[in-house]
């Protein structure tokens, strides 16, 4: 069964960083194109970055960009987001998801997403 699993979140000072890592269970993560999304309380949750399973070409939304980097590791088999300069305003549940529809890039649109892992709290606060 496909299933992906967040890990890494906690509670930063604004200005610190975070690593998030995004491990797969019954597949590859290579297979997939692999998104990061999350939800701040009382919003919709948004796209962040993704990393597509052709080329591995990225994606990353300008909220973020700059700050965020998206990057896969073959031999653990994850996908990690690397989260530096964090702002009170990245304080959300960040999840990430497969796209198992076998498109060849990636995109931040949660629609396209089939598989999601349960989420993991990073909170930005002094």
């Known amino acids: 069964q496909l299933q992906v699993v967040e890990s890494g979140g906690g509670l930063v000072q604004p200005g610190g960083s975070l690593r998030l890592s995004c491990a797969a269970s019954?597949?590859?993560?290579?297979?997939?194109?692999i998104g990061w999304f999350r939800q701040a309380p009382g919003k919709e949750r948004e796209g962040v970055s993704c990393i597509s399973r052709s080329d591995g070409h990225t994606y990353t939304e300008d909220s973020v960009k700059g700050r965020f980097t998206i990057s896969r590791d073959y031999a653990k088999n994850t996908v990690t987001l690397q989260m530096n300069g964090l702002k009170t305003e990245d304080t959300a549940v960040y999840y990430c998801a497969a796209d198992v529809s076998r498109r060849a890039y990636c995109s931040t649109y949660s629609h396209k997403y089939h598989y999601w892992g349960q989420g993991t709290q990073v909170t930005v606060s002094s």
């Open positions: 019954g597949f590859t993560l290579d297979t997939y194109n």
